[in-house]
């Protein structure tokens, strides 16, 4: 998904009409300040689990987190 970025000057003399753009279209917007994405505004979502979606699959598990993590293959260790 392409999203739309914006200068604050820009969103802030336009604010209703990117509002109605963001309503419509239901895509989000980026708001940057000197070129750095600062405020991302996205169409509301009643449905709990589709904000949830994204997430999905995305976590990883340990099944032991205290223990080392990649001690095998390290050159140093050898």
């Known amino acids: 998904m392409v999203m739309q970025i ?3 000057s820009q969103f802030k003399s ?3 009409e ?3 753009k963001v309503e419509e279209g239901k895509k ?5 300040h000197g070129g750095k994405p600062v405020i991302k505004v996205s ?3 009643e449905d709990p689990e589709e904000a949830l979606k994204s997430l999905r699959n995305s976590v990883s598990s340990y099944k032991n987190p ?3 993590v990649g001690d095998k293959g390290w050159e ?3």
Do not use: E, G, M, N
Not at 28 to 32: D, Q
């Open 14 to 16: 336009q604010l209703l």
């Open 43 to 45: 169409p509301y979502q």
């Open 28 to 32: 989000p917007l980026i708001v940057s």
């Open 6 to 8: 914006v200068s604050k």
């Open 18 to 20: 990117y509002l109605r």
């Open 76 to 78: 140093a260790l050898k």
């Open 66 to 68: 205290h223990d080392p």
